[in-house]
């Protein structure tokens, strides 16, 4: 009796954590799916199914406007940057999570610093910057400004990973004569290939969806990436809301997947990492 009694108290507060969680599901997955049905639809709107399904608009995109281009730029870009971040701030932070040095306090505050710094303010200074490098307008220049956007998330995040990790198995391999570079990449990574995998996804969405700095430094198609390319309907293909809709969805399509395959083993890595930092 006891409980059949407790269980009828926990079920209101079920039903409540049922109703938020479908709440929260309905405004997340709603844009996309409105988004989607609109792309199929003469007259986008509504989440109703098309009366007469339309592939006008992905065949313009992948004909005459190419974006097939604009993907294969993003990719490029993000690949490369999200690389580059993630193995330099992982030697990072894991020299800051077992290595005791003066002025480590003020290492991890300078990484804490960037959360704070708004992209408005550091454009000028880059923009001019790359400008003197001859790096304005092409692609090397993004993955530059990328492989330095959003390390402080991918800092705490793999020295909480790291902390977690015990030191007997660095100790052993020091032991078998490995030094830092050895213990690091021949004991640390492989253990850590949960933790870097979260924040080489963060990274990776971050650097795919930005769209600021794509377009205030990249100006030819050639190498424009595609957040630099939804910009441009807003003006000149305003109008043709068939080819927007489907190519926001293009857009959109690689990311959904690629959270889809790794929610796992980013959800495991957030909580291991979680236990210690």
């Not at 940057?81 to 306090?105: N, P, Q, W």
């Not at 003006?235 to 690689?254: D, E």
């Amino acid at each position: 009796m006891k409980k059949t009694g407790t269980s009828k108290k926990k079920l209101p507060s079920r039903i409540g954590q049922y109703f938020v969680m479908i709440f929260v599901l309905f405004i997340s997955v709603y844009p996309i799916l409105w988004v989607f049905l609109s792309s199929f639809k003469k007259n986008p709107g509504g989440l109703s199914l098309p009366s007469e399904w339309v592939f006008d608009g992905y065949i313009t995109i992948f004909t005459k406007l190419h974006i097939q281009t604009y993907f294969f730029n993003s990719f490029v870009v993000t690949i490369i940057s999200t690389f580059i971040s993630v193995l330099i701030v992982a030697m990072s932070a894991y020299v800051s999570a077992r290595i005791e040095f003066r002025l480590k306090g003020i290492v991890t505050l300078m990484f804490t610093t960037t959360l704070f710094i708004p992209s408005i303010s550091i454009s000028f200074p880059i923009y001019q910057f790359l400008g003197k490098l001859g790096l304005k307008d092409t692609k090397t220049g993004l993955i530059f400004i990328y492989s330095g956007l959003g390390i402080a998330v991918t800092y705490f995040i793999l020295r909480s990973y790291f902390l977690s990790i015990p030191k007997e198995m660095e100790e052993a391999a020091k032991m078998d004569g490995c030094g830092y570079a050895g213990t690091f990449f021949r004991i640390i990574v492989p253990i850590a290939k949960p933790g870097i995998s979260t924040a080489a996804i963060m990274a990776f969405l971050n650097n795919w969806n930005e769209f600021y700095f794509a377009s205030i430094l990249l100006k030819s198609k050639e190498n424009m990436t595609l957040p630099a390319l939804l910009g441009q309907f807003t003006t000149a293909y305003s109008k043709n809301l068939n080819g927007m809709f489907s190519a926001i969805i293009v857009a959109v399509v690689p990311t959904i997947i690629i959270f889809c395959l790794l929610s796992e083993t980013f959800v495991k890595s957030l909580t291991a990492g979680a236990v210690k930092g």
